[in-house]
């Protein structure tokens, strides 16, 4: 995965909007969280982050629909943006991140090893990515971190250009 956003930059762009983030991780996780905390000054804009690692977590605590769980598994679309929206909510932050998919050894719920999904949730909408990652598990739980602030990052750029 090409370049890596500087996490000093996506914290700069939250505090310039004075704007919040919160994080819900699953196959990264805490690294994501962790990337923006080592930022002097994160805790005027992280608000905080969930590691939903276990699929009745996602459930639980972020709300994420039981129906699409039982139905998909974790790995989908819809699961990254109801982890992203529900840790929003959760956390009381303008931003919500999610992060879910399979970094290995083997598949899981009929995914292949490298598949992720990353969302944001923004005042204004969702987006959502499907990656297909290669390496093995540290590679793809790094890119899945790099991709979801990259996304984060260009939501921030669009949200900048609207103001």
């Known amino acids: 995965m090409s370049g890596a956003i500087d996490p000093a930059v996506i914290v700069a762009a939250l505090r310039a909007e004075d704007a919040t983030v919160a994080v819900a991780e699953s196959l ?13 000054g994160a805790s005027a804009v992280v608000r905080g982050g969930v590691v939903a690692y ?13 129906g699409l769980l039982a139905a ?3 790995v989908q679309a819809q699961v990254a943006e ?6 929003r909510r959760v956390l009381g932050s303008t931003y919500g991140l999610g992060t879910t998919g399979v970094a290995g050894p083997t598949e899981q719920d009929g995914q292949p090893v490298g598949r992720a999904f990353v969302a944001v949730a923004a005042p204004r909408g969702v987006r959502v ?10 590679a793809v739980r790094e890119a899945c971190t790099v991709a979801v ?6 939501q921030l750029a669009d949200a900048g250009r609207r103001d």
């Open 28 to 40: 990264t996780g805490g690294l994501v969280v962790a990337r923006l905390v080592q930022v002097p």
């Open 54 to 66: 276990a699929t009745d977590l996602k459930h639980s605590v972020l709300g994420v629909d039981g």
């Open 72 to 74: 998909g598994g974790a």
């Open 82 to 87: 109801q982890m992203a929206t529900g840790v």
């Open 129 to 138: 990515q499907q990656l297909d990652l290669p390496g093995g598990r540290e």
């Open 149 to 154: 602030l990259q996304l984060l990052a260009a």
